[in-house]
């Protein structure tokens, strides 16, 4: 009976020493209960010493850095060594490229939910709010995307207005001439244009992402960006960059583009340059660009440099009508028709001065693409895919209150509202991430996993959020022409998956593996201590792995036995609620991650399956996080607990999804059973949002507590009956006023004097017989006019037909 009592007491002081992170102290006291234990039970003095023996060796030989270091670590470093994998110096690079933020407490396994709590979500100052009701307003306005689709083109005048009101400046400081917008400004303009019209979003959204303004200012020399700064800021230089080529896509660091340093005789002088020779594909905005950012491979065989011969990959600066170049043509992606096209260029000879940085920036052109792109790719796509998502929320929620189908709204089917609620839930979420993620861009952070996470995430959320719409609309989506609110952002939609990293690298490669290498507690440390030899880092690094394992293991099991109840956090019930529950998937995924690192070793870089799932309960603990952030800073209002719970019911849906589809599939079955058991031992507990929830949320977009309204605040919304959503919007705020007079008309048809009467004669009926009078039957006409012009679709005439485009 003893024995029995001090081995519970045993694993009670273990687990408990364990879950506090103090791993070493709790084998040592388990033991030392133990020893405790069999010596009052009568245990042989015999056995009772070899016990003390055994527990003062394990304590040596793993808590005394003197015996452990030489005895055990510097074996472990040598095995260690032979198993990291290969990385190359681009990969490095890709790497080491910008910042570690939230992403760093996910890994922790415990976030600090208090630094969340002090960052603040900057909102727009009054110049940047005054720019977006102002000029966007009006660019939307004038803007007619069924006319641009017919076209081919932006009309010359809106291309003029974009330049004289600087869209193509809002990254450029004042002082070049530029609007000096912050990234939260940047993100808003985009998301409002891309309600209105893809090809206006993407070619203001250009110039201001990655491409040579982004550089300039960061790697620019003086000369370069005094020159080109304030002629980019008013659209007299339209800039594209040219990185993608036929054999460098997703592996954009294996461009075939070459340069070699060489001297060429100009006007009788010797002049220091580069002879190139490219060939690009995918480069938007070179059809009309004025001056090209290109990425090539240099060379200096000549030695005219230094002695060294591979100087790496570099950007440069190239004005279009420089000899040799060949710029112009179009490909046509999807129908959608902005400047989009190859450029080729042949024995074409440029100073060095137009390297991007000088000669200083000679072989710098990776570290300044990946750097940039760590900024920038939190904001342009996720920025679209926001405002493409408002409109299809802002559209659905009025069609599914307009249309009727057996005298009903087609929302209150529960297979619609299904769909409704998918589409107000993620679109809840998604501009959570949006506002969080730029609001680090905004705070100085590069994050570089976050902004992967963001652009893969929120760009597959808004697929799946048309998808829903397109079948919600029906026949009202497929047809094409002007009055079809939707189908050119849906016919645009594999663009969004594709540009600025393929969805499919990010996640199955990308997410994961940066974001283990740079936000671990202790990987990046230990891969320092292995490349400096250093023992020392590494027996810190390496032991303080391992005790964080152990630790995050018995924490893992006992939150989610838990279910992370008695986890400390604070704010309201319901944010306490999310955190405890994204910290108890954060211990969970974190274990996983561990296990695999410690078990898979270099293997783990090829397991890209393994690693896409890893990168989905990344990506959706981030997602959730920036959720329960965004109900916190909007006032943790009963009204948006609803969103709160529907995106983050998702979100632990995916979650759970993810980690279980790794135990199940994992590649020793031992131990994925084992971290099943582990993490779900009662049993899989998210089942994602409730029947109720989604009626409730679909009830929401059609009206219900100005549902609609917030999750579409920020689009572009037009009043005007010629417009087809000023006609949609114009059509739903009649329906909604009729809705009494309707309720009162179908209690009347169920038990009174209308009983019997047939659907399309109810209203005529209900005048006739006093349910409504004169000034109500004329609304209830009206509301049913505006409501047939709207379900209506366009038609051609065959010759018309003919002729259509895009």
Known sequence: MI???????????????????????????????????????GMPTVLTGWAIILTAVLSGLFGIHAIRRPFLTAALMKIVKRSLPKISETEQ??????????????????????????FNVSGLTKEEQAFLDGPVEEICRETDDWKIAQDRDLPEELWQKLRDMKFFGMIIPKKYG?????????????????????????????????????????????????????RLATGEEMPCFALTEPKAGSDAASIQSHGVICEEKIKGKKVLGIRLNWRKRYITLAPVATVIGLAFKLSDPDGLLGDKEDLGITCALIPRDTKGMSIGRRHDPMGIPFPNGPIEGKDVFI???????????????????????????????????LGASQLATRVTGAYSAVRRQFGLPIGKFEGVAERLARIGGLTYGMDAARQLTCAAVDAGERP???????????????????????DILGGAAICRGPKNLLSRAYDGLPIAITVEGANILTRSMIIFGQGSIRGHPFVPKELEAVAKNSLEDFDDAFWGHINFTVCNAVRAGIDGLTAG????????????????????????????????????????????????????????????????????DE???????????????????EIETALLTITHNYPVKFVGT????????????????????????????????????????????????????????????????????EARIRTSRKTGILKGVAREDLYQAALEKGVVDDDEFQQLQEAQNRADAVVEVDDYSQTAYKRLKG
């Open 93 to 118: 690079t890709a790497l080491d490229a910008g910042t570690v933020w939230w992403d760093a407490e996910i890994f922790s396994g415990r976030p600090d939910w208090g630094k969340l709590e002090e």
């Open 3 to 41: 024995i029995l009592f001090t081995f519970i007491l045993a694993i009670i002081v273990a687990a408990t020493l364990f879950y506090r992170g103090q791993g070493f102290w709790g084998w040592v006291l388990a033991l030392l209960v133990l020893v405790a234990g069999g010596d009052l039970a």
């Open 565 to 632: 109840r008695f986890l400390k956090v604070r704010g309201t019930a319901k944010a306490r609620r999310h955190k405890q529950l994204i910290t108890r998937y954060s211990s969970a995924f974190v274990l996983v991650a561990d296990v695999s690192m410690l078990l898979l070793g270099s293997s783990l870089k090829r397991r890209e399956t393994l690693s896409g799932r890893l990168a989905d309960a990344l990506s959706w603990l981030y997602l959730a996080t920036a959720a329960v952030k965004r109900f916190e």
């Open 635 to 653: 006032g943790s209002t009963k009204e948006d607990e609803l969103y709160l719970d529907w995106f983050c019911a998702h979100a632990y849906q």
């Open 351 to 385: 100073p060095i001065s137009y390297v991007i940085g000088g000669e200083e920036g000679v072989g710098q052109g990776w570290r300044m693409l990946m750097e940039s792109l760590a900024a920038g790719r939190s904001v342009s796509l996720p920025s679209l895919s």
């Open 674 to 741: 084992m971290l099943r058991l582990r993490l779900f031992l009662l049993g899989r507990k998210a089942h994602g949002p409730t029947d109720m929830q989604n009626i409730a949320l679909a009830n929401r977009l059609m009206g219900d507590l100005g549902g609609r309204e917030k999750l579409s605040s920020d689009i572009s919304v037009s009043d005007s009956p010629d417009d087809a959503m000023g006609a949609l919007e114009q059509a739903y705020r009649k329906i909604q006023v009729v809705i009494p007079l």
């Open 178 to 230: 530029g609007l000096g917008f912050s990234a939260q400004a940047h993100s808003a303009v985009v998301l409002k244009l891309s309600s209105r019209s893809l090809p206006l979003s993407v070619i203001v959204m250009v110039p201001n992402s990655l491409g040579p303004a982004e550089l300039l200012l960061h790697y620019g020399t003086d000369e370069q960006k005094d020159y080109y700064l304030p």
């Open 448 to 470: 570089s996993v976050l902004s992967g996470i963001a652009k893969a995430y929120l760009t597959e959320n808004m697929r799946t959020v048309f998808l829903d719409a397109m």
